[in-house]
């Protein structure tokens, strides 16, 4: 198993474009998720997926977009990059939700919105 | 609103030594606390977790421990190694759905 994957590894954006973050999981997980971490603290949930067609808002959702089409992929798109995205992203998925199940980390991608 | 803390950002210590990190939940209602290991450049790798129903927990090097009456989580490692270098995150799940809160971390610094 790759486990989950995430691509690009390093992005730079100017302000006003778009992209999209990509999230691959190859454990059947029925549940994705997508964080942001800025310099220095820890990691704050976008928005989260239980499964495929099914997404919700985690904590700080606006300026993206998700949708979740296969069980396998997760993408984030952001479509007016501000400064203020710079972050590194972390794309994660666990196996079930009625109780805990530990959350699987991608290697993150590195955003810089000039 | 619900938050979780840590109280020392960078803990160095020497190798062989043991380890405490700890961390402050504020939300009396989370069911689960997960201590989370981050290296430089990859993403956090889950280390261990306790039930809110439960006390102590122990790992291969590792001890989780919560209090809480005073909401309180600790991670001791013991026999700290170089490659015990990294920054440290605790996070709490509330009831129900996966969500976690996660803490700011705490650089944890090996000398040899």
């Known amino acids: 198993n790759a486990g989950v994957t995430q691509t690009p590894k390093f992005r730079i954006l100017k302000i006003g474009q778009s992209m999209t973050l990509q999230c691959t999981q190859d454990m059947n997980h029925n549940y994705m998720y997508w964080y942001r971490q800025d310099p220095g603290m820890g990691l704050k949930l976008i928005y989260y997926s239980v499964g495929a067609g099914i997404t919700d808002k985690g904590e700080v959702p606006n300026g993206y977009n998700v949708s979740r089409s296969t069980t396998e992929d997760f993408p984030l798109r952001l479509e007016l990059a501000a400064p203020s995205q710079t972050s590194v992203y972390f794309c994660?998925?666990?196996?079930?939700?009625?109780?805990?199940?530990?959350?699987?980390f991608g290697p993150g991608t590195r955003l810089t919105v000039l | 609103g619900e938050s979780v803390g840590l109280h020392l950002p960078t803990l160095s210590v020497q190798e062989g030594d043991n380890s405490i990190i700890n961390c402050a939940y504020s939300?009396?209602?989370?069911?689960?606390f997960i201590w989370y290991k981050q290296e430089s450049g990859k993403g956090p790798q889950f280390i261990i977790d306790i039930r809110s129903n439960m006390d102590k927990r122990q790992g291969q090097r590792v001890t989780v421990l919560l209090n809480k009456t005073v909401k309180h989580l600790s991670l001791q490692i013991a026999a700290t190694q170089p490659g015990d270098s990294a920054v440290y995150f605790c996070a709490e799940g509330g009831t129900g759905f996966q969500k976690l809160v996660f803490g700011t971390g705490t650089r944890l610094l090996v000398s040899p």
């Open positions: 939300n009396s209602a989370s069911d689960y």
């Open positions: 994660a998925s666990s196996f079930r939700g009625d109780s805990y199940n530990e959350q699987f």
